[in-house]
C-alpha cells in the first residue's frame, strides 16, 4: 500500500534503531559486516541500514523488511533508486520526510505561497494584506519547504544533487525566493517580482501532485516534435508576412500590413483566424483576386500544418504512454528484485517464505489482514512449491491491488437477515424483465414533463423556476427515481449498488434535484438549482453504445485530465504575475485613440458602447489576470486586448500575447492528442476483450484449507487470524477482485510487447562472470552480486543477492 503506513509502523523502530546508532560508535565490530553475530544469521542478504549496528537475528529481519518495503515503495511511485536510503544515519531524515503529516505540511505551505498572490501588490482587494504580514507568511512557508529540502538532501547528499533536476531547481527557486522575501519584509514594499510565478515549482514538486509531474514530463518529451513543427509554421508565417508587406503596405486603407512587424503580428493572428475576414476586407475591396492570398495562407497553416502538428504529437504522445507502460513496469519489476534479495534466507536462498513475506506486508501495508497476506501469498504463488521465486515475487504489485473475500460472501447480502424478504422482493422487482424499461419510460416522461414546463413557464422568473423544478410533477418524478434507487440498493447491497458509476450517477442527481425543489421552495431567488432537474435525462444516453464509449473514455481520462488541468491553472498563475508585474499600472479606459481597436476601449461615467467594455480585461489582480488570460485561450479576438496593451506599454508587449498563446497551443494539443489516444484504446479494448475475458483479468480465484496453510508455514498470530475463515478439513475458495484502471486494461493490451520486454529485460541482466564473486562466510550462501557503479566498485550492502 502506501509508504504513510510504512512510516506509521516504522516510527516504533526508529527510537531503537537511532540509540544504537550512537552506541555503535565505541562498539568494535565483530565479524565481517559489523553486524554483532551477523555470521550466523540465517539471511541471504543484510540490510544496509543496520550496518555496524548490534542487533539480534530477529531485528535484523525486521530491517530487511523496512528496507524491501521502502524498495517496493519507490517502485510503486516511481523514484530514482539513487536517493534510496542507504546507511543509518540517512533513514531518519528519509522517514520524517516521507511522513504523511509532512507530505500534508508541505502541501499546506506551497498552497500558501500561490494564494499570496491574492494578497500582495497588485493585489484583490478583499484580500490585501500588509506587506509586514503576507512578507512574514512567506518566509514561514519557505522555511518549512526549506527544512523539507534540507532533510531529502541529508539522505541523497549534495554530491547526487545534479542528478536530481527536480531538487536542483528546487533548491536554487527557494533561495531566490528567500531572499527577496527578505528584502520585501526588510523596505516594507514590493519590487518588480516576476519570480513569485516559478512558485508552482513548490506545489508541483509535492508528494500529492505525482500526475501533474508525470503529465509535464510528457510535455517535455513531446517538445522536440512540436518544436520542430512550431519551425515549419513559422516558417510559413514570416514567408507570408514577408509577401504581404510587399502586396499590401501601399493600401492606404489596410492598416495591417504598414510595416514588417504588423505585417508578421497580422498573420501571426490569422493564423488564429480572430482578424479573420477583417485583415482581408481593404484589399479586397481592391481587388478580388487578393482573397487567393489569404485562402491558401489559412489553408496551409491552418488546415495542413495544424492538423499534422495534431498528427505527429498523437504519434509522439502513443509511442511516449507505451514507454510509459515499460518503463514503469520494468522499474516496478527491479524494485520487487531489489526487496526479493532482502528476503530470502540462506536456506531458502532462491525463494520467499510465507514468514518473511508477512514481514514485509507488516510494513508495507500493515492495514493488510493476515487473511489478506496468506491470500497474496497463495495467488503468487503458481508453482505450489510453498515459496516465492524471484519470477512470481516480481508480481508482488499485482496481487496488492487485490480485495478478498469468501466465494460464499458472494451471495445475497440479505441472507439469513430480518430483511430477507424485502431483499428477495427488492432482487425479483430488479431481475423483473421489464424493470429497465421502465425505468426509461419514468426518465423519458419527466423529459416531457420538463419541456412541457418551460413552455408553460410565464410570469415571473420565480414562478418561472418554481414551476420547473418544485412543481407537483417534480416531487413525483423524484419519488419515484428515489424508489428506483433503494429497490436497486435492497437488491445488490449498498457497496455493489456504488460499484456502478450509473448508479451513483442516478443518487447523485436525484438528491441534488431534490435538495433544489427543497431550496427553491425556501429561497425563490436561488435560480442556480434549475441545472439539477434535467441532468438525470443523460441517463437516456447509455442506451446508445456510442456514447458509453464516450463516458468510458471520460472515466479512463479523469486522472490525466484532473492533471491536464492543474497544468493549465500553473500556467496561467504563470502569465498571471508575470503580467501583472509588467502591466498592472497601465489603464486601458480611452487608451487607444485613433488605432483599430479606439471603439473597443471607449468609456465615460455616464455610459460606454456596445463594445466599449474591453477595459475590464486588464491585469490589476489575479483574478482578472485569471479571467483575460481565459479569453486569450478562446482566442475570439485576443488581438484587441494585445493591440491596447501595445498601444499604452510599447511594441514589443506583443512577444508576451504571442508566447501565451503557443503555450496554449502546445498544451492544448497534447490534451487532444490524450484524448485521441485514450479513445482508441478504449475501443481497441472493446474489440479484442470479451465480457468473459475482462472478469478472468478483474477476479483471481485462490483455492486452500488449514492443512495447506499449515504445510506453508503458518502459525502464531497469523494462524490465529486465518483459523475462523479456513476451517480444517474443509475447501474455500476466495475471489479477488481488482479495480478497473487503466493500468491493469494496459495490461491485457500490451501483454505480448510486456513479454517481450521482460525478456529482454533478463537477457540484459546476464551480467559475465567478473562481476559474480563467492561469499567467504558461508558456502551456501548466495552469490554476492558486486556492484560496478559503486565507489572503488565495493560491494555495497543492501544490494547483495
Not at 546507511?87 to 509532512?102: D, F, G, I, K, T
Not at 500529492?208 to 512540436?226: A, D, K, N, T
Not at 474489440?687 to 477476479?699: A, N, Q
Amino acid at each position: 500500500m502506501k509508504m504513510y503506513n510504512f512510516v506509521a509502523h516504522s516510527n516504533k523502530v526508529l527510537d531503537y534503531f537511532r540509540d544504537q546508532w550512537y552506541q555503535v560508535k565505541s562498539y568494535t565490530r565483530a565479524g565481517t559486516d559489523g553486524a554483532g553475530e551477523a555470521g550466523s544469521l540465517d539471511m541471504g542478504s543484510r540490510s544496509s541500514l543496520h550496518t555496524g549496528l548490534q542487533m539480534s537475528e530477529d531485528e535484523h529481519w525486521e530491517m530487511n523488511y523496512h528496507e524491501a518495503a521502502i524498495y517496493l515503495e519507490e517502485g510503486l511511485n516511481n523514484e530514482k533508486f539513487d536517493s534510496h536510503p542507504s546507511s543509518p544515519e540517512e533513514l531518519p531524515a528519509y522517514l520524517r520526510v516521507h511522513n504523511p503529516w509532512y507530505h500534508g505540511l508541505d502541501l499546506l505551505a506551497s498552497l500558501v505561497l500561490i494564494l499570496l498572490a491574492f494578497t500582495e501588490d497588485p493585489a484583490v482587494p478583499a484580500f490585501e494584506l500588509p506587506v509586514w504580514a503576507h512578507g512574514t507568511i512567506e518566509l514561514l512557508a519557505l522555511t518549512i519547504i526549506g527544512v523539507e529540502l534540507h532533510l531529502k538532501l541529508k539522505w541523497i547528499g549534495w554530491s547526487t544533487i545534479l542528478k536530481h533536476k527536480r531538487t536542483m531547481i528546487k533548491g536554487i527557486t527557494l533561495l531566490i525566493m528567500v531572499l527577496e522575501a527578505v528584502v520585501v519584509v526588510c523596505r516594507q514594499s514590493s519590487h518588480f517580482r516576476v519570480t513569485r510565478a516559478l512558485r508552482p515549482i513548490f506545489l508541483v514538486d509535492t508528494r500529492h501532485c505525482g500526475g501533474v509531474r508525470r503529465f509535464i514530463r510528457q510535455i517535455l518529451q513531446s517538445l522536440p516534435p512540436i518544436l520542430d513543427m512550431l519551425g515549419l509554421l513559422m516558417f510559413f508565417v514570416a514567408t507570408y508576412s514577408l509577401l504581404g508587406f510587399y502586396l499590401f503596405s501601399e493600401h492606404i486603407d489596410n492598416g495591417h500590413f504598414k510595416t514588417i512587424s504588423d505585417s508578421f503580428v497580422s498573420m501571426f493572428v490569422l493564423l488564429t483566424t480572430a482578424n479573420f475576414p477583417d485583415v482581408m476586407m481593404p484589399s479586397y475591396a481592391k481587388s478580388k483576386w487578393y482573397a487567393v492570398f489569404f485562402i491558401l495562407y489559412i489553408i496551409t497553416v491552418l488546415y495542413v500544418l495544424m492538423n499534422l502538428m495534431l498528427a505527429v504529437v498523437y504519434e509522439t504522445f502513443t509511442r511516449i504512454e507505451r514507454e510509459k507502460c515499460r518503463a514503469l513496469l520494468l522499474h516496478r519489476r527491479v524494485a520487487a528484485r531489489r526487496a526479493f534479495r532482502l528476503l530470502v534466507s540462506r536456506r531458502a536462498p532462491r525463494a520467499v517464505r510465507l514468514r518473511h513475506f508477512a514481514g514485509l506486508i507488516r510494513h508495507y501495508a500493515p492495514h493488510y489482514s493476515g487473511l489478506d497476506v496468506y491470500l497474496m501469498f497463495k495467488q503468487l504463488n503458481q508453482s505450489g512449491s510453498g515459496g516465492l521465486s524471484r519470477a512470481e515475487f516480481a508480481n508482488v504489485y499485482e496481487v496488492f491491488a487485490l480485495r478478498w473475500a469468501p466465494q460464499s460472501g458472494r451471495a445475497p447480502w440479505y441472507s439469513a437477515s430480518a430483511l430477507e424478504p424485502l431483499g428477495r422482493a427488492a432482487a425479483a422487482a430488479v431481475r423483473w424483465p421489464y424493470f429497465e424499461y421502465l425505468i426509461y419510460a419514468l426518465i423519458i416522461g419527466n423529459g416531457v414533463s420538463l419541456v412541457l414546463r418551460v413552455c408553460e413557464a410565464a410570469g415571473d422568473l420565480q414562478d418561472s423556476a418554481r414551476l420547473l423544478c418544485a412543481s407537483w410533477d417534480t416531487w413525483l418524478f423524484l419519488t419515484l427515481f428515489l424508489v428506483e434507487a433503494c429497490l436497486r440498493m435492497m437488491a445488490s447491497g449498498l457497496a455493489a449498488y456504488l460499484e456502478s458509476g450509473w448508479n451513483v450517477f442516478d443518487l447523485s442527481v436525484t438528491l441534488l434535484a431534490l435538495m433544489g425543489a427543497v431550496l427553491l421552495s425556501i429561497a425563490p431567488k436561488l435560480f442556480i438549482v434549475v441545472i439539477f432537474r434535467p441532468l438525470r435525462l443523460m441517463r437516456l444516453y447509455k442506451l446508445k453504445k456510442r456514447y458509453r464509449d464516450v463516458f468510458g473514455t471520460l472515466v479512463l481520462l479523469s486522472p490525466l485530465m484532473s492533471s491536464a488541468g492543474c497544468v493549465m491553472l500553473v500556467m496561467y498563475y504563470f502569465f498571471a504575475i508575470v503580467g501583472m508585474e509588467l502591466f498592472a499600472g497601465y489603464d486601458l479606459k480611452n487608451c487607444c485613440v485613433n488605432t483599430t481597436v479606439e471603439d473597443f476601449y471607449k468609456y465615460s461615467e455616464n455610459s460606454s458602447t456596445a463594445l466599449g467594455y474591453y477595459y475590464l480585461n486588464n491585469f490589476e489582480n489575479i483574478l482578472t489576470s485569471g479571467v483575460s488570460l481565459f479569453e486569450l485561450t478562446v482566442v475570439n479576438n485576443w488581438f484587441i486586448l494585445m493591440n491596447a496593451y501595445a498601444t499604452v506599454a510599447g511594441q514589443f508587449s506583443r512577444l508576451y500575447f504571442m508566447v501565451f498563446y503557443l503555450f496554449t497551443m502546445v498544451v492544448l494539443t497534447i490534451v487532444v492528442a490524450s484524448v485521441l489516444e485514450a479513445f482508441r484504446f478504449r475501443i481497441q479494448y472493446k474489440r479484442s476483450t470479451t465480457k468473459r475475458d475482462e472478469e478472468k483479468l478483474l477476479h483471481e480465484e485462490v483455492h486452500t484449507n488449514w492443512e495447506e496453510a499449515q504445510r506453508l508455514g503458518v502459525s502464531g498470530d497469523l494462524a490465529d487470524e486465518l483459523r475462523p475463515f479456513l476451517p480444517p478439513g474443509v475447501d474455500v475458495t476466495f475471489i479477488g477482485s481488482r479495480p478497473r484502471t487503466k493500468e491493469v486494461l494496459q495490461r491485457r493490451m500490451y501483454q505480448a510487447d510486456i513479454l517481450k520486454w521482460l525478456s529482454e529485460e533478463d537477457e540484459s541482466e546476464d551480467l559475465p562472470p567478473s562481476t559474480t564473486v563467492t561469499s567467504s562466510e558461508d558456502p551456501l550462501a548466495p552469490p554476492l552480486i558486486q556492484q560496478p557503479d559503486g565507489d572503488n566498485h565495493q560491494i555495497r550492502p543492501g544490494y547483495q543477492l
